[in-house]
């Protein structure tokens, strides 16, 4: 299984899409990943963000459940 299995095509969510979700769901529910560096994500992110820099994924995909959607930002 390769990191392209992780992450399925989607339409594109809107903050707003992504507040609606959230509120609705169960932190356990879903995947809620920063892909940004260590230093933006210490300055600020959504509680329970789990930070997986975008240069990071293809050896930390792993990390995730396949099972439950994927938010990343």
Do not use: C, S
């Not at 095509?9 to 509120?23: H, K, L, N, W, Y």
């Not at 169960?26 to 509680?47: A, I, S, T």
């Amino acid at each position: 299984m390769g990191v392209a299995d992780y992450f399925k095509p989607v339409e594109t969510m809107t903050a707003e899409d992504v507040r609606a979700f959230i509120g609705k769901k169960k932190p356990d529910e879903y995947n809620l990943v920063d892909v940004r560096q260590p230093k933006e994500y210490e300055r600020g992110h959504l509680p329970g963000a789990r930070l997986i820099p975008v240069n990071d994924i293809p050896d930390r995909h792993k990390e995730l459940d396949l099972n439950k959607p994927t938010i990343a930002y």
